[in-house]
């Protein structure tokens, strides 16, 4: 059977609490006790390094995607097991998903919500059925989750679509859930109809 692939979206900056670092370090580490693959964007600054960092320390295979404008910008990390350097960010996010079995955004910036919810827009259009994780570190999406269950009472989401959304404040279970998740999704659609 093969190995698991996890996607881990997170910010290119560190954040200003120390438990943000150690979530990724807990996930990264995770990962390769596991026996999975990290497929994450490629820098080697913020989260991003410390979630590769550990992964790779614990053995794990881990690719990097990012394109040659943010090379400089978020410090592509040349350490890995495959990098690769692409022309946009569309490219990038497609690559990504189809290398991934199951989805999960540690705390970040706007890249870091435009990945998730992209990733979660194609799972509610039906484009994939991998799942998809919320680490909330130290209650750093409150008021995400907040604003979302918002959305749904004023009837612009259905439970149906946050319920997607697996949300937990402990990594390892997470990511245990997401491996059982995973195990039961179907082969990946066509990303490129996106």
Same mark, same amino acid.
């Given at each position: 059977?093969?190995?698991?692939?996890?996607?881990?979206?997170?910010?290119?900056?560190?954040?200003?609490?120390?438990?943000?670092? =150690? %979530?990724?370090?807990?996930?990264?580490?995770?990962?390769?006790?596991?026996? @999975?693959?990290l497929v994450y964007g490629g820098g080697r600054a913020g989260l991003m390094g410390v979630v590769a960092d550990a992964a790779l320390a614990a053995g794990a295979p881990v690719v990097g995607v990012i394109p040659q404008s943010l090379m400089e910008r978020e410090l592509?990390?040349?350490?890995? /097991?495959?990098?690769?350097?692409? +022309?946009?960010?569309?490219?990038? !996010?497609?690559?990504?998903?189809?290398? $991934?079995?199951?989805?999960?955004?540690?705390?970040?910036?706007?890249? /870091?919500?435009?990945?998730?919810?992209?990733?979660?827009? @194609?799972?509610?259009?039906?484009?994939? =059925? !991998?799942?998809?994780?919320?680490?909330?570190?130290?209650?750093?999406? =409150?008021?995400?989750?907040?604003?979302?269950?918002?959305? #749904?009472? #004023?009837?612009?989401?259905?439970? $149906?679509? /946050? &319920?997607?959304?697996?949300? &937990?404040? &402990?990594?390892?279970?997470?990511? +245990? #859930? *997401?491996?059982? *998740?995973?195990?039961?999704? /179907? %082969?990946? &659609? =066509?990303?490129?109809?996106?």
């Amino acid at each position: 059977m093969r190995a698991l692939s996890l996607c881990v979206y997170c910010g290119s900056r560190p954040g200003d609490l120390p438990a943000y670092a =150690d %979530a990724a370090r807990a996930v990264g580490a995770e990962i390769g006790r596991r026996g @999975w693959q990290l497929v994450y964007g490629g820098g080697r600054a913020g989260l991003m390094g410390v979630v590769a960092d550990a992964a790779l320390a614990a053995g794990a295979p881990v690719v990097g995607v990012i394109p040659q404008s943010l090379m400089e910008r978020e410090l592509g990390h040349r350490g890995l /097991t495959e990098l690769h350097v692409v +022309d946009t960010m569309h490219q990038r !996010k497609t690559m990504m998903a189809e290398r $991934s079995d199951a989805f999960l955004a540690l705390p970040g910036g706007i890249g /870091t919500f435009e990945e998730l919810f992209e990733a979660w827009t @194609w799972r509610q259009l039906g484009y994939h =059925d !991998k799942p998809l994780g919320l680490l909330n570190v130290a209650g750093y999406y =409150d008021a995400l989750l907040g604003f979302l269950q918002h959305s #749904r009472e #004023r009837g612009f989401m259905a439970s $149906s679509q /946050t &319920d997607l959304l697996q949300v &937990d404040t &402990d990594p390892l279970a997470l990511v +245990d #859930r *997401l491996g059982a *998740l995973a195990s039961l999704a /179907t %082969a990946p &659609d =066509d990303y490129g109809r996106i």
